[in-house]
């Protein structure tokens, strides 16, 4: 299992903090999502209903992923890699990502490989939302999409990664400079992005 | 993560097509060959898990399955 050093910037200092990201979601990734993500994901819902009754942008959020779930249906998959990002003891993010069944969409890279993310979330108190008002770190969604740009191009496929976004992260994706192509209805109406070997350079280089 | 090297032995209609797909997709015989293993494990798995497997054409949205004899 490989680990490679990164970097996340504290909430609450604004000093970068040593992180690590790990190419696996193992046995303790999935105690800290159970015993951390899932309470304090519940606790994040019930601030979000007392101060914004009705916000249908976070409907999606009252679903949380099954972590144990998936990690566990994607066992020796050798399509799916799944990462995770450790910073002071606990799990900040994971990823799961196919590298065989989808293809690029854009036209100029169309049918091309591409890594697709399956799934990337936050820990709660990492999550820019209404009622979390200080994130306990600040870069773990651009790190995680940082290692999908990385197989990408390990992959021989040139950095080329695609996703379907929940409402309440589309501005993130478009702000790391990936192509909106609108919603699928064949996915949940979602919205999918996608990013070209240039945008991946783009975005690595910051 | 570390790797193993083996010989592969193809015909020449086998190693055509391997070529011929390192163009179009602009991959490694390497990379072709992996990603072949990794839909025809995919394939595999789905199918165990009781799913079909279907080609659907885009423009009519015919379906057609692919037969896979077990």
Known sequence: ?206 | MSKRTMTLNLTDAEMKAVEDLCNRKDLSKTAVIRQALRLYQTVELRLERGDKFYFENESTHDKAEVMMLS
């Not at chain 1, 949380?64 to 566990?72: L, T, V, Y």
């Not at chain 1, 990462?83 to 065989?100: E, H, K, N, P």
């Open chain 1, 1 to 206: 299992m490989s680990i490679s050093k990164t970097w996340l910037l504290c909430g609450r200092t604004s000093a970068l903090v040593e992180a690590e990201v790990h190419a696996e979601i193992g046995e303790r990734q999935l105690h800290d999502w159970s015993a951390a993500w899932r309470p304090a994901h519940v606790a994040a819902i019930e601030r979000l209903r007392r101060t914004t009754p009705g916000n249908s942008s976070h409907v999606l959020e009252e679903h949380p992923a099954d972590w144990k779930s998936k990690a566990a249906s994607i066992e020796g998959w050798l399509a799916k890699t799944s990462f995770s990002l450790m910073c002071q003891d606990m799990t900040q993010g994971m990823m799961i990502v196919d590298s065989a069944s989808r293809r690029a969409r854009l036209p100029s890279q169309h049918n091309k490989e591409s890594i697709y993310i399956d799934y990337i979330e936050a820990a709660p108190w990492n999550r820019r939302v209404p009622g979390n008002p200080q994130r306990r770190f600040q870069g773990v969604g651009r790190t995680l999409l940082g290692q999908a740009i990385l197989l990408s191009k390990d992959e021989g496929f040139e950095g080329r990664i695609g996703l379907h976004s929940v409402p309440g992260a589309e501005r993130f994706y478009e702000s790391c400079g990936m192509t909106r192509l609108g919603h699928d209805p064949k996915t949940l109406n979602l919205c999918y992005f996608e990013m070209t070997a240039q945008q991946a350079n783009q975005f690595i280089s910051e």
